[in-house]
């Protein structure tokens, strides 16, 4: 019954991340040619959302019904889990109804239990922890735009949150070299940089940190939950913006992605997204590809129960 997660990029080998990256390319050329492909036929993705999003319930609702099935959108006003039904007797019933479900949480531990308590696939859509979907369509636009990333240096700016742990991991998957520019106080999980090992370094200074870079990301300064700290993070970070001038010093062919939303004249300055070295609006299409790509890995095709 041990059906096949995906919560983090861990949970899935090298060999399997690089194939999911290829499908998606391949589904993504599928869907520009408008070929009809339609695997999931008549499968059901719960989605739970306990944080607010625009990408994550897009792309993978859009998703579910490209590939023939559908998607239920539960905001906490509609479950019972915001009103304090376990976590493992949700999971035990929404699992025998559903083919796969789909969350957006705070805490990582909401994932892991519901998880152990699910007899289909269970995927995060985000939590506190960890964003590996993103990652996955990160992946696929650098592969698209550059070609492999193995042996490339990527250099994630700013604050050490979910994207920056799920960029460690990704780091040990894909085989690059991270290094990670932010202040004192935020640095990511310290059991990853533990696991990461020589792989990804710590740099105060951004500017050190970009040079001969191929990758550059960065993300909101205070992530949703974090408003209260915003203006001790405006103050920390702001040697921290990502503008043209610092992109300059990185490898010629560099490449800067966001995972959105941005704020202009924060985290990066106003016009970084229109320089022709940003490729954040495929990044976010690709989520939608990525994202297909893992739903069809995941969750076995409906013809099997004919």
Known sequence: MSARHFLSLMDCTPDELVSLIRRGMELKDLRNRGVLFEPLKNRVL???FEKASTRTRLSFEAGMIQLGG???????RDTQLGRGEPIGDAA???S??????MIRTFAHSTLTEFAANSRVPVINGLSDDLHPCQLLADM???????GSIKGKTVVWVGDGNNMCNSYIEAAI?????LRVACPEGYEPSAELLALAGERVQIVRDPREAVVGAHLVSTDVWASMGQEEEAAERMRQ???YQVTRALLDAAAEDVLFLHCLPAHRGEEISEDLLDDPRAA????AENRLHAQKALLEFLVEPAYHHA
């Open 280 to 283: 954040a609006w495929d990044q």
């Open 173 to 177: 998957q894909f085989d690059f070299q």
């Open 96 to 101: 025998r109804m559903l083919d796969a479900v």
């Open 237 to 239: 970070f702001k040697p």
């Open 140 to 146: 696929q636009t650098f592969q698209e735009l550059r």
């Open 92 to 94: 035990i019933v929404m």
């Open 46 to 48: 719960g989605m739970i």
């Open 70 to 76: 559908q998607a239920i959108f539960l905001s906490p």
